[in-house]
Every structure is written in C-alpha cells, then in structure tokens.
C-alpha cells in the first residue's frame, strides 16, 4: 500500500493544485490528511492564492481516497465544505503492516502522546517542519506543511511505501529525506 501523508494546506488553491498534481503522479491508494485544510488560523499570514472554495473542491475530488483528522484551524463550518469527515481528532489507520496514530499535534505529540492507543507511528503536522525521528516505542513523522513551511523546510509532503518513509518537495521529485522504518 502507498499513502501519501500531508498536512497545513490552509487554504491555499495554488498549492492545493501542486498537491493534486504531485497525488496524480504518485498515485497513492490513501491520502493522509492531518488537519488545518481550508482556514489559515489567525497567527498566520494568508497563504498565497488563499481560496477556500477551490481548495474544498480539489480535496473533494479525492475524498474517496481520504482519511483527515481535524486541526486546530478546523472548525464545524470547514466540514459543510467537505465531503469527507474531518471531525476526529485523531485516527488510527493501518498502512504497510504498521498501525498508524494520526493526529493533527496540537493535543498528542511525541512528548505527550495518547495513553489510550497502541502505535508504531505517529503522524503529526501542527509545527509546519517535517519531522522522521525513531523514539522508544514509535517512529514520529510529520509532512511539514503543503502551503506555509516554517523552519526553513520546503513545501512538502510524505510517502510511506514499502516501509519506507520518503519526504518530498511539493511539485517536484526532489527527495528530501528518507527513513527505513
């Protein structure tokens, strides 16, 4: 199974476009959605080509292939826009033999992470720099952001494939990291 792993579009149709662009060259048969999908949030600036409407209906045209957990920027009246459910807060989901725990990271994190699921990874966004990084018990991942990277990171996305994580710049090939698990 291939899923690709994204988080913090935020709104934006330009990049919303470059995602679906990037979803139609890998073809993934999941999509990974970790919040923060059609509002900016006030400590952010507008990303660029801020269209809600148009980023619903990009989304929308996936939603069969769409898992999502809500961010922190989501609210109820985001979910009118969707086809697909963006509510829960967290999902567990299971992509190449591994459970997945996924969350938006502004509740769970890998220093506070759920008491009540057993995982071998979490998937985070909510920082808006990626993340692979191997603690005791889990592995932390975290796709960065497709619209507003912080950090210095590039607009980015992840692929889990073959037990591989593999973090990609948004709109091109360019690998930026990779981690066996």
């Known amino acids: 199974m291939k899923l690709l792993i994204a988080s913090d579009i935020h709104g934006s149709a330009r990049f919303s476009e470059m995602l679906l662009e990037d979803i139609q060259r890998e073809n993934p048969d999941k999509i990974l959605?970790?919040?923060?999908?059609?509002?900016?949030g006030p400590r952010n600036a507008l990303p660029d080509d801020y269209d809600t409407?148009?980023?619903?209906e990009i989304l929308n045209s996936l939603r069969s292939r769409i898992c999502a957990v809500r961010g922190n920027c989501d609210?109820?009246?985001?979910?009118?826009?969707?086809?697909?459910s963006i509510m829960n807060t967290s999902e567990i989901l299971e992509a190449d033999g591994l459970r997945i725990f996924a969350t938006h990271g502004h509740h769970y994190?890998?220093?506070?992470?759920?008491?009540?699921?057993?995982?071998?990874?979490?998937?985070?966004?909510?920082?808006?720099?990626?993340v692979m990084k191997r603690y005791e018990n889990f592995i932390h991942v975290n796709p960065g952001s497709v619209s507003?990277?912080?950090?210095?990171?590039?607009n980015?996305?992840?692929?889990?494939?073959?037990?591989?994580?593999?973090?990609?710049?948004?709109?091109?090939?360019?690998?930026?990291?990779?981690m066996e698990i």
Not at 33 to 40: A, K, S, T
């Open 33 to 40: 959605l970790l919040g923060d999908l059609l509002y900016h």
């Open 53 to 56: 409407r148009r980023t619903a």
């Open 75 to 84: 609210a109820e009246v985001d979910q009118v826009m969707l086809r697909f």
């Open 109 to 130: 994190d890998p220093l506070n992470p759920p008491p009540f699921a057993e995982f071998d990874i979490m998937a985070t966004g909510h920082t808006h720099i990626p």
């Open 148 to 154: 507003i990277p912080k950090g210095g990171s590039s």
């Open 156 to 178: 980015s996305f992840m692929l889990l494939e073959n037990g591989t994580f593999t973090l990609k710049e948004l709109g091109t090939d360019r690998i930026l990291s990779s």
